[in-house]
């Protein structure tokens, strides 16, 4: 089965008020050296000028994840998947319901950690390297022009690119829990 890492960063947390700001995609590979895919919406010509208008985005994000099978996210199931259905939707893009391993739902069946997010789970096994998230960051990237906007859009790019990183180590580690993990998805 073709897999791939995915995390998205957005402008807020519901799809019908907020943006797509970035997503990287990785093809899964145990051994890290899958390759890796950035879209950023600062990189589509109507950025400067309309930036409600996420569908070219939305459309290369599509057109990324069509070729996997499988798309393992850190919750996932509960929030990357279902704003991007909201998003493609909006645009007129069908996407049928995708196999989703969301490490987040291993992690409460299987585990008895204090907190589940990707940052206290990976700590817990040892695994370093995910960013601060910096409100004022986020609303530059959002809202601000020219040189502080991409800045700001660098700052969330390298962030949501550690947490693929840490995401592919956590997904390595714990896989074994889910045994269904290539055929179903996630087996919750």
């Not at 599509?62 to 704003?83: E, S, T």
């Not at 391993?101 to 585990?111: E, G, K, Q, S, T």
């Not at 502080?148 to 969330?156: D, E």
């Not at 580690?173 to 045994?179: G, M, N, V």
Request: glycine fraction near 6%; charge should be positive; aromatic fraction near 12%.
């Amino acid at each position: 089965m073709y897999t791939c890492l995915l995390d998205i960063e957005t402008t807020g947390f519901e799809a019908d008020y907020n943006i797509i700001l970035c997503a990287v995609l990785k093809t899964y590979q145990p051994d890290g050296k899958g390759q890796i895919t950035v879209l950023r919406s600062d990189s589509y010509t109507n950025w400067d000028y309309n930036r409600s208008v996420d569908a070219p985005i939305c459309k290369d994000l599509y057109k990324a994840l069509m070729p996997y099978d499988i798309i393992i996210a850190h919750n996932g199931v509960n929030f990357d998947v279902r704003f991007m259905m909201t998003r493609f939707l909006k645009w007129g893009i069908v996407w049928p319901q995708p196999k989703i391993v969301d490490p987040v739902r291993i992690a409460r069946r299987y585990l008895r950690l204090g907190r589940n997010g990707l940052e206290s789970a990976c700590h817990h096994f040892g695994i370093y390297g995910k960013t601060s998230c910096i409100g004022d960051k986020w609303m530059e990237a959002k809202f601000d022009r020219g040189r502080t906007n991409k800045s700001a859009m660098n700052y969330v790019v390298d962030h949501c690119v550690a947490d693929i990183d840490i995401l592919e180590k956590f997904t390595t580690k714990i896989k074994h829990l889910a045994p269904k993990i290539n055929q179903m998805g996630s087996d919750i």
